[in-house]
């Protein structure tokens, strides 16, 4: 690759500072999305007449269709809410606005904007994960006799290859996204019409509008609707897990790049230099990626703090606790982005690493073992036999990687037909995954195609 700088999304996350402020709250197309789907709601029960549904549903595409220019430029003291809902009064009077926010509260309304921002947000963040993990399975399938030595403690234990180190990392995050996927349909059930806490006297059909929303059906406990955000968490926690992950292989892959292991190196712009030391080549974004999982991790923490201690109710610590959820999500776009970016840029060192004599030592198990399955030995004294002889490499001297990279074919070893297995395994995951997730966001963008119908059918 001849690229020497970086593309423009990769510098706008690591110098978030020339990124341009968008004005334009996050929440406010959605809210506006849910007004649409209760107003035909309330045209359908009988609560509003024709024309007022009409006058509203025409204004509120008029402000979608105009990029929300007509209500970015008022004053949000108490939130854009209120602002939005006097704008509209404003507009079309009391006689016509004033019917839109009836059988619901802000409550139920922002319930409702979490649940939908979440699934915006997951649409774009599942797939940079699997394809994260078809990154990493790629490198094991293409890897698999390549020789890496295996550190424990960051010492030198066994020779292994790197198609096993990645089927690890490929396998490890599978086990999160397969969470991840598992807990996500908790965030689809709408709570609209929750009101504050207690419902509402008047016949609105809740199903009708988590049908056109999208949502799979409705919550049953009003005062769960608006107090529940706890729901979040096994989601955090299947997302944290997953960038424990990144942050590991992050943390590895720093180690493999310096002189001292060179075990991997990265093509194009990924290296900065030193501004004293010419000799110097940083491989930087690994340091971002792992910053900003350790940023991104610290949230799960403080979520969990803001959930103590509040009474089961509407309440502001909970909601602030839910828009940590929100810095989650968004940082954690930023960390797939890099780490996608820098796995297309990596490259492994095919070197013979038996030529290096701190990793003679690396055959003593296979030795072990040997005498054990051609002697009878005890392990344990084959062990100290062995240990005696550590500092005579000649014993190893007749040995070549391959050999133990084959022999080590039990218990999950390196040995290529045992990771061809796990590959095997993996990538039917990882197409099952793919393809759930796929028919998942079909769903949605069926049901998002049906809405706008609607809407254009009632305007």
């Keep these: 690759m001849t690229q020497k700088t970086l593309p423009a999304n990769i510098l706008a996350i690591i110098y978030p500072e020339a990124q341009k402020a968008n004005s334009l709250l996050a929440d406010i197309p959605l809210g506006l999305k849910i007004d649409q789907a209760h107003v035909l709601m309330l045209k359908k029960q009988g609560l509003i007449d024709e024309k007022t549904s009409r ?33 509209l009064i404003e507009k079309l009077g009391m006689d016509v606005a004033g ?10 309304y922002f319930a409702t904007i979490f649940r939908l921002y979440n699934r915006q947000q997951l649409q774009t963040i599942v797939p940079s994960y699997l394809k994260i993990q078809q990154q990493l399975l790629a490198f094991a399938k293409k ?11 960051m010492q030198p234990a066994s020779f292994g290859t790197y198609g096993h180190h ?16 598992k807990v996500f349909s908790d965030n689809e059930y709408s709570p609209l019409g929750a009101g504050a806490a207690a419902g509402t006297s008047l016949p609105i059909d809740t199903q009708y509008t988590a049908e056109l929303l999208g949502f799979e059906g409705t919550l049953d406990n009003s005062l769960q609707s608006v107090a529940h955000y706890e729901y979040i968490m096994p989601m955090a926690g299947a997302l944290t897990g997953a960038n424990l992950v990144l942050e590991r292989l992050a943390t590895t892959l720093h180690l493999w790049a310096t002189q001292e292991f060179s075990y991997i190196s990265f093509s194009g712009p990924l290296y900065g230099a030193s501004s004293m030391l010419p000799q110097k080549r940083n491989p930087f974004i690994l340091e971002v990626i792992k910053e900003r999982i350790a940023a991104n991790i610290s949230l799960m923490t403080s979520m969990q703090s803001g959930f103590l201690k509040v009474p089961f109710s509407n309440a502001m610590e909970t909601k602030a606790a839910a828009r940590k959820f ?32 701190i990793y003679k030592g690396c055959y003593a198990l296979f030795l072990a073992e040997k005498e054990v399955k051609e002697e009878g030995t005890p392990f344990r004294q084959a062990y100290k036999n062995l240990a005696e002889k550590l500092e005579d490499t000649t014993p190893f001297s007749t040995c070549k990687p391959k050999d133990v990279i084959n022999a080590f074919s039990y218990g ?27 028919n998942q966001t079909g769903i949605w963008e069926e049901k998002a195609q049906k809405f706008k119908k609607i809407v254009q059918e009632n305007t």
Excluded: C
């Design 55 to 87: 006058a509203l549903l025409n204004e509120i595409s008029s402000i979608i269709d105009g990029g929300y220019q007509d209500i970015q430029g008022l004053s949000f003291e108490r939130g854009w809410y209120i602002a939005y809902e006097n704008y």
């Design 99 to 108: 019917y839109l926010q009836t059988g619901r509260s802000r409550n139920d």
């Design 143 to 153: 890897h698999t006799e390549t020789p890496a030595i295996i550190h424990t403690q």
């Design 166 to 181: 990645f089927a690890g990392f490929a396998s490890s995050l599978n086990i999160h996204i397969a969470a991840l996927l």
């Design 326 to 357: 929100w810095q989650m999500l968004d940082g954690i776009q930023d960390i797939l982005i890099l780490t996608e970016f820098m796995l297309s840029h990596l490259e492994v060192t095919e070197e013979n690493h038996a030529s290096k004599d």
């Design 412 to 438: 999950g070893g390196p040995s290529p037909e045992t990771v061809k297995n796990t590959l095997d395994a993996l990538i039917s995951q990882h197409s099952k995954a793919l393809e759930q997730w796929k």
